[in-house]
C-alpha cells in the first residue's frame, strides 16, 4: 500500500487552466484566511516526516473551521472532524501538554452526566485521558477511569469525517473545481473515506477501530461510533482510532503505537545529540531553546533522500526556498546539518526552463513546492513555483555559510552546477535591466504580486501609503547578493577556481558602492525599502534595511543613522522591530506585514547590529522576544504578533493565524544568542572567534557543548563578570581548531 504521508515529490509544469474555473486571484492566495473570532485559540500542533495533525487543546478536530484543525498529509486534509463526547456532553479541559513534538497527552473530566434531569455521574468523576501520537498515521487513544465509589455505566462517543479539503482550500482560496467524495464505508472495526480528485488520484483515510464499537451509524459524510462501558471504583475502559492516509486504499500492517513512540523517540534523541547542547542560568531561557530544537526536529521534512525544515503549521508543511534557507541560515551554529539538506533539497528542484506560469527562469530556487489538488490540476502554479527574488541569492549565501562552519568541499562539488546556475540567474535574469540590481516583477498571473519576504499585496508601500509599482528591487536582496558572493567565494577558491572568485569579490565591491549611492535616502537618514520601475526610491521606513546590517553592505558611516531608526519608538514596540514604521499612513500593527512584529526579522536585525557594534539594541531586541517566549504556551516563538506599543504589558496582542510552530521563528533564539555571544567561525582559516559578548541582566551565563567548525568541536562557557562586560572560557576541544577573542 502507499501511505499518503510518504514523501511524493512530483516536479513538473501542471498545464495552467485555461477555462473560466481555471485560477484563483493572486490576492487569494497572498492573504490569511479569515478566522472567525471564537476560533483565535492556539492548536495542538503534531508532526512526524510529512504527516501531521492540529487540534484543539482539548484534542478535539472540529468540522467548518478555518484555523486549519485537521490531519494533513501531502497537503490534503484527510480528517476533518473527531468529536468526543461522554455521556453525550463534551469533557471538561484539565490540562494540554506536547510531551514532545510528536505526542501529546490531553487529561480532561466529566461534566455532570444526567439522566432524565437527574445528574447520575456528578463532575469530576471520571478521568478522559486522551494520547495523540503523529508517525506515519494518527494513533489517537482515550482512556476513561472512574473514581466514583459506585458503579458508572456511560458511553464514549467519536464522530468522523473526512472533507480531502487542499490545504489552499482550508486557508480559504474558493474550490473551483472538485471531485467526487464518495460516501464513508464500514468492515467491521474498520471504517474508509474516499475522494477521487479531478485528476483521478484516489485519496483514502482508513480508520481502525480498537475494540469495536458498539454502534456505528453513518450518515451522509460522517460516521458517529460508540462504546459503551460500566466501571467500578479505579476501573478503566480504553479505546484506541488509528487513521491511516492513503493514495490508493490498499491496507498493511503498522507498527504498534508504543513501537511507534519507541522509535520517534529514538530518532528525536539522536536529533538532540546532534545539535550543539545549550544550557544557561535562565531556566525559562533553556526551555525557549529546548522548544526550539524541539519544534525544528518536528518541521524537518523529507523530500527524497534528504529533508529540510517546512516552513510552519498549518499552512506552510511543504519545501520552501526562503522560509528553509534563513532557518538553516539560523541553525548554522546549533547544527550545520540543516543547512547541507536544505542546499540539496532546493538544488534539486532548481529551475532549468523559462516558464511564465510559474515565474520559473534557469537557475532560480523555488518559492514553494505543492502536491495537492490544485496544484496537480493547474489551480495554482506551485509544482513549484518560483515566485521569489531572495531564495537564489540566500541559496548562495547559506552555502557559501555552510562552509564556513563545516569545510565540507564534497558537498560543494556537488552542489557546483547549482551554484553556478545561481549566479548566472543573478546576472541574466535577476538583474532585468543592467543596473546591477536584481530586481522581480510577476508574471504568473495566480502568482504573487511581491517577491520578497514581505509577500502581501499591499507590504511594498511608498511614505505616502501608496503601492509600489514594479519591477522592484528591494532593499534587503542587494544585501544578499553581496553577501553571497563574498561567501560563494570562499567556496570558488577552494574549489580552484580562483579567477572566478577575484571576479565575485570584485563585483561584491561595486555591488556595494552602487547600493549604498541608490538606496540612501538622505532626507530620512536611512535606506529606502526598494527602487520601483522608473528608480525611484520606495521611502517608507521599514524593517529590511536591518537585514543589509546582517550582510554587511551598509557603508561605516551610515551604520549608526540606521541603527538609531531601528530603535526609535516608531519602529520599535517594547517587544521587536516593526516591519513598517508605526508613523505610515499604512501602518497597521494588525496586518500581516505593515506593523507586526516577526521573530526572524528581529533576529536578523540583532545579528546585524552587532556586526557593526552596537551591542546595547542587539541585547535590548533579544530581551524583548525573550519576554515574548516566555509569555507563550510551550515558551514558543510564533510566526509574528501584533505590533502595538508594548506600554508596560505582560503580553504580546497575537496574530489571529499565526502558524506555531513556525521554522524561522523556532530558529530565532540560535541566531539571538549567538549574536549576543559573537560568535562566527572560519572554518578555511581553522578558526572560530568570539568577539565582544555580551549577556544580559536577565542571562548572566551560557554554556554550548559541541559546536561544530570544520573537523573539530569545542565547547564554551560565557559569565557575566559583574562589570558590564563578558568573558567565556573553554571547556572542551576535540581537533585542533583555533578559539580567539575579540574586544
Not at 607 to 627: E, H, V
Amino acid at each position: 500500500m502507499t501511505s499518503a504521508g510518504e514523501p511524493e515529490v512530483q516536479v513538473g509544469p501542471a498545464l495552467p487552466r485555461t477555462d473560466s474555473e481555471a485560477v484563483p486571484p493572486a490576492r487569494d492566495l497572498e492573504s490569511a484566511p479569515d478566522v472567525p473570532a471564537e476560533a483565535r485559540e492556539e492548536l495542538l500542533a503534531l508532526k512526524s516526516g510529512a504527516v501531521f495533525v492540529c487540534a484543539r487543546p482539548d484534542g478535539d478536530i472540529r468540522p467548518a473551521r478555518a484555523s486549519g484543525e485537521g490531519l494533513y498529509a501531502q497537503d490534503t486534509r484527510h480528517l476533518s472532524e473527531l468529536r468526543l463526547t461522554l455521556g453525550g456532553a463534551r469533557p471538561v479541559l484539565l490540562s494540554s501538554v506536547m510531551e514532545s513534538g510528536h505526542h501529546a497527552v490531553i487529561n480532561a473530566t466529566n461534566p455532570g452526566l444526567r439522566a432524565d434531569g437527574d445528574v447520575m455521574v456528578p463532575q469530576e468523576t471520571l478521568n478522559v485521558r486522551r494520547t495523540v501520537l503523529i508517525a506515519d498515521r494518527l494513533f489517537y487513544g482515550v482512556r476513561v477511569r472512574s473514581f466514583r465509589p459506585d458503579p458508572v455505566a456511560t458511553t464514549v462517543e467519536v464522530s468522523l469525517a473526512a472533507d480531502f479539503a487542499d490545504v489552499f482550500e482550508v486557508r480559504g482560496v474558493e474550490r473551483r473545481t472538485s471531485g467526487r467524495l464518495l460516501p464513508p464505508t464500514r468492515d467491521g472495526d474498520r471504517l474508509r473515506f474516499s475522494y477521487l480528485a479531478r485528476d483521478d488520484q484516489r485519496r483514502e483515510t482508513l480508520i481502525e477501530l480498537k475494540p469495536a464499537p458498539a454502534r456505528v451509524i453513518i450518515d451522509r459524510g460522517r460516521v458517529h461510533v460508540a462504546w459503551e462501558m460500566e466501571l467500578g471504583t479505579g476501573e478503566a475502559f480504553s479505546l484506541l482510532i488509528t487513521v491511516l492516509p492513503a493514495r490508493d486504499g490498499r491496507r498493511r500492517a503498522g507498527p504498534t503505537p508504543e513501537r511507534s513512540a519507541a522509535r520517534l523517540d529514538a530518532a528525536h534523541a539522536g536529533w538532540v545529540g546532534a545539535c550543539a547542547a545549550i544550557t544557561t542560568d535562565n531556566e525559562l531561557f533553556d526551555r525557549l531553546i529546548e522548544a526550539s530544537v524541539r519544534d525544528l526536529h518536528a518541521l524537518m521534512m523529507p523530500v527524497g533522500s534528504d529533508q529540510l525544515p517546512a516552513a510552519g503549521i498549518p499552512w506552510y508543511v511543504a519545501p520552501f526556498g526562503r522560509d528553509s534557507l534563513l532557518s538553516a541560515c539560523e541553525s548554522l551554529m546549533i547544527n550545520p546539518e540543516v543547512a547541507r539538506g536544505t542546499l540539496l533539497v532546493l538544488a534539486g528542484l532548481q529551475a532549468h526552463e523559462d516558464e511564465a506560469w510559474r515565474d520559473a527562469e534557469p537557475g532560480k530556487i523555488l518559492h514553494e513546492l505543492r502536491t495537492g489538488e490544485l496544484a496537480r490540476t493547474g489551480h495554482i502554479p506551485h509544482t513549484p513555483y518560483y515566485g521569489t527574488v531572495d531564495a537564489t541569492p540566500l541559496f548562495l549565501m547559506v552555502a557559501g555559510g555552510y562552509y564556513r562552519w563545516t569545510l565540507d568541499l564534497d558537498t560543494m562539488r556537488q552542489l557546483r552546477p547549482a551554484l553556478d546556475a545561481a549566479l548566472a540567474w543573478i546576472d541574466e535574469w535577476g538583474d532585468r535591466d543592467g543596473d546591477g540590481f536584481i530586481e522581480y516583477e510577476r508574471r504568473a498571473p495566480a502568482g504573487l504580486v511581491n517577491h520578497g519576504w514581505k509577500d502581501s499585496h499591499d507590504s511594498i508601500v511608498h511614505a505616502d501609503g501608496s503601492l509600489a509599482k514594479g519591477p522592484i528591487a528591494l532593499v534587503e536582496v542587494q544585501g544578499y547578493v553581496y553577501e553571497a558572493k563574498l561567501r560563494i567565494a570562499d567556496v570558488y577558491d577552494a574549489l580552484g577556481d580562483s579567477p572566478r572568485a577575484d571576479r565575485l569579490r570584485a563585483e561584491a565591491s561595486e555591488l556595494r558602492a552602487a547600493f549604498n549611492e541608490a538606496f540612501w535616502d538622505p532626507d530620512e537618514g536611512f535606506f529606502a525599502l526598494a527602487l520601483e520601475g522608473r528608480k525611484a526610491q520606495v521611502r517608507s521606513v521599514t524593517s529590511n534595511p536591518a537585514h543589509c546590517l546582517y550582510c554587511g553592505i551598509v557603508d561605516d558611516n551610515k551604520a549608526a543613522l540606521v541603527a538609531e531608526r531601528l530603535m526609535a519608538p516608531d519602529m520599535f514596540s517594547g517587544w521587536g522591530i516593526r516591519t513598517l514604521s508605526g508613523s505610515s499612513p499604512a501602518y497597521n500593527p494588525m496586518s500581516y506585514h505593515n506593523g507586526s512584529v516577526w521573530p526572524h526579522d528581529n533576529a536578523i536585525a540583532a545579528a546585524g547590529l552587532k556586526r557593526y557594534g552596537f551591542d546595547a539594541a542587539t541585547n535590548r531586541i533579544a530581551a524583548g522576544l525573550f519576554d515574548v517566549a516566555s509569555g507563550a504556551r510551550d515558551f514558543r516563538l510564533p510566526e509574528l504578533f501584533c505590533g502595538f506599543q508594548r506600554d508596560g504589558s505582560r503580553a504580546i496582542v497575537a496574530y489571529p493565524v499565526a502558524c506555531i510552530p513556525q521554522a524561522w521563528a523556532a530558529t530565532a533564539p540560535f541566531m539571538l544568542l549567538q549574536a549576543m555571544l559573537g560568535i562566527s567561525a572560519h572554518a578555511p582559516q581553522n578558526r572560530l572567534t568570539v568577539d565582544r559578548p555580551r549577556l544580559a541582566e536577565w542571562l548572566g551565563g551560557v554554556e554550548i557543548h559541541g559546536i561544530r567548525v570544520g573537523g573539530s568541536k569545542v565547547s564554551l562557557a560565557f559569565r557575566e563578570t559583574g562589570t558590564g562586560s563578558t568573558g567565556f572560557s573553554l571547556l572542551d576541544q576535540q581537533g585542533d581548531v583555533r578559539v580567539t577573542m575579540s574586544t
